[in-house]
């Protein structure tokens, strides 16, 4: 299995403002997931994108992935106080799960109110 | 439907003493991930258990072990515990691996178990 890094390490925007994250990895994928954690607590699942996929969205959320740059990011439309946490990217290389998920040290993103 | 339980939430020991802890996934998932969360080294993933069988295991010392129930609840031990072991360990399920959203390792994540050696 693969580890995303993800790009910058540390974000912080004013409450309103779009959050753009990224997220490279090294070798091929099957898809590649995001998932938030808040301060202290598990991750939660946010979304996925499969290979063949090059854009998603999922609410205020739209995820891009370009497979020729090994690269995905993460946009957060409007965002809210609440979107104050770690966001981490996985790269899931395996067809479906043969490695565990590793994880890279995550983009910090604070929204200031 | 009740999610991935991790027990205990916090727990203090010393160094050279050993620690279990637990971990019931949601049912119906039989597969099983753990991961510690330090802030220098991040979120790194430690084994995954599927089946009562360990199918990965991440770059640990033998201190570290695990093992699955077969109602796939899992405990992970590690023993002769240092101060750098301080740290969230983090448990993960999953359906069968490969077989969620078609053919995706989607994790659903405990709250985590926050250890400190002293």
């Not at chain 1, 954690?37 to 891009?64: A, F, P």
């Not at chain 1, 890279?104 to 993103?109: D, E, Q, R, S, V």
């Not at chain 2, 991930?33 to 990965?56: D, H």
Request: charged share 15%; glycine share 12%.
């Amino acid at each position: 299995s693969q580890q995303g890094e993800e790009d910058p390490q540390a974000l912080s925007i004013q409450e309103g403002e779009n959050a753009t994250m990224n997220c490279s990895y090294k070798t091929s994928i099957n898809n590649l997931q995001w998932y938030r954690q808040n301060s202290g607590r598990g991750l939660v699942h946010l979304i996925l994108i499969r290979s063949n996929e090059r854009e998603k969205h999922s609410g205020r959320l739209r995820v891009t992935l370009d497979t020729s740059k090994k690269s995905s990011s993460l946009l957060i439309t409007a965002s809210r106080a609440a979107d104050t946490a770690s966001y981490f990217c996985a790269p899931d290389g395996s067809g479906g799960g043969a490695d565990g998920l590793t994880f890279g040290k995550g983009t910090h993103l604070i929204i200031q109110p | 439907k009740a999610g991935v339980t991790q027990t205990p939430r916090y727990l203090i020991k010393t160094r050279g003493q050993q620690v279990t802890l637990s971990c019931s996934p949601i049912s119906g998932h039989r597969s099983v991930s753990w991961y510690q969360q330090t802030p220098g080294q991040g979120l790194q993933f430690l084994f995954e258990y599927f089946s009562e069988t360990q199918r990965n295991k991440g770059n640990f010392p033998g201190r570290f072990s695990g093992r699955q129930f077969s109602n796939s609840r899992s405990e992970m031990n590690v023993s002769t515990l240092e101060l750098g072991d301080s740290a969230l360990y983090l448990c993960a399920s999953s359906l069968v691996p490969g077989q969620g959203l078609a053919g995706a390792n989607v994790l659903t994540f405990g709250a985590g178990s926050r250890l400190t050696v002293l």
